[in-house]
């Protein structure tokens, strides 16, 4: 049976730039079995499947493939699928998508879409143990996916042949490496999911933010970054990210950009799969 596919530039507002993703806005009858072939056949970062939603307030209820497994949550997947939808005709400014971790509400500013979490970031007691590495700070960290966060002095200092064997066996094996302030240069490593280099990673923007704000002495307000990632990649990426403060704790965590529709198409998927 053939279905749908819309791709997506996300994060970007240049064409063939960004992080891409494959979405299939009406994917009710793809069998579940067929979804993380049909991911591994994009072998995008990841690839979104758009269901109905279980609670009708909500506008869909959205899987998230990488080529090698599925994500709860995952932020250019997100992103993406929703500038999906808003192509399709979906009028409205806001909306809820719903996801592994639960509910993801959306919010569409102008050509830009953002997410915004309410959930605290999850941050274990244990600290990354990479002997041999020079950097300011390291810490793990998890929006819905687990990322070791490692902040350098100078982006040229990035070797990660020589870090990812020692998270092997970690608490995340996916590698975040970051440098600057309120600037922020991002390259994001998981080979583990399939994926060896991301473009842009907005999950672990969430968790950035959310640490980052967390260590920041602010009572009250907004705290706010800009993130480019995917540049040595060849897909120069930008997400806009901010956490909100109140009394001393972050209550709120937004992170969007733009995306830009780049193809649409067909796939035969078989109903059974042997």
Same mark, same amino acid.
């Given at each position: 049976m053939?279905?749908?596919?819309v791709?997506?530039?996300?994060?970007?507002d240049r064409?063939?730039?960004?992080?891409q993703?494959a979405?299939?806005?009406d994917?009710?009858r793809?069998?579940?079995?067929?979804m993380?072939?049909? %991911?591994?056949?994009?072998?995008?970062?990841?690839?979104t499947?758009?269901?109905p939603p279980r609670?009708?307030?909500h506008?869909?209820?959205?899987?998230i493939?990488?080529?090698k %497994?599925?994500?709860p949550?995952a932020?250019?997947?997100?992103?993406?699928? %929703?500038?999906?939808?808003?192509?399709q005709?979906?009028?409205?400014?806001?909306f809820?998508l719903?996801?592994?971790?639960?509910p993801?509400p959306?919010e569409v500013s102008?050509?830009?879409?953002?997410l915004t979490?309410?959930k605290?970031?999850?941050?274990p007691g244990?600290?990354?143990s990479?002997?041999?590495v020079?950097?300011?700070?390291a810490?793990?960290?998890?929006?819905?996916?687990?990322?070791?966060f490692?902040r350098l002095?100078?982006?040229?200092?990035?070797?990660?042949a020589?870090?990812?064997p020692a998270?092997?066996?970690a608490?995340?094996?996916?590698?975040?490496?970051?440098?600057?302030?309120k600037?922020?240069y991002?390259?994001?490593f998981?080979?583990?999911?399939?994926v060896p280099e991301?473009?842009?990673?907005?999950?672990?923007?969430?968790?950035?933010?959310?640490?980052?704000?967390?260590k920041d002495?602010?009572?009250d307000?907004?705290?706010?970054?800009?993130?480019?990632q995917?540049v040595a990649?060849?897909?120069p990426?930008?997400?806009?990210?901010?956490a909100?403060?109140?009394g001393?704790r972050?209550a709120?965590?937004r992170?969007?950009?733009?995306?830009?529709?780049?193809?649409e198409?067909?796939m035969d998927?078989?109903?059974s799969l042997p």
């Open positions: 053939r279905h749908r596919f791709i997506a530039d996300v994060f970007t064409p063939f730039a960004g992080n993703l979405v299939f806005p994917a009710a793809i069998p579940e079995a067929a993380q072939p049909i %991911a591994r056949e994009f072998n995008f970062a990841e690839t499947f758009v269901l609670d009708a307030r506008a869909a209820r959205v899987r493939f990488t080529p %497994a599925e994500l949550f932020g250019h997947p997100t992103i993406g699928t %929703a500038a999906v939808l808003v192509h005709g979906l009028k409205e400014k806001a809820v719903e996801e592994g971790i639960g993801v959306i102008g050509s830009s879409i953002f979490s309410e605290p970031v999850e941050v244990i600290k990354p990479l002997p041999g020079e950097y300011e700070e810490w793990f960290a998890s929006a819905g996916v687990p990322f070791c490692l002095k100078d982006k040229a200092a990035i070797d990660r020589a870090w990812l998270l092997a066996g608490w995340s094996p996916n590698l975040y490496v970051f440098c600057g302030r600037e922020l991002v390259r994001m998981a080979p583990m999911l399939g991301d473009p842009a990673t907005g999950s672990g923007a969430v968790a950035l933010a959310g640490v980052l704000a967390e002495p602010l009572k307000g907004t705290l706010s970054w800009v993130i480019d995917g990649m060849g897909r990426s930008r997400i806009e990210a901010s909100e403060k109140r001393g972050v709120r965590i992170i969007g950009g733009a995306s830009r529709i780049s193809a198409g067909e998927v078989p109903t």
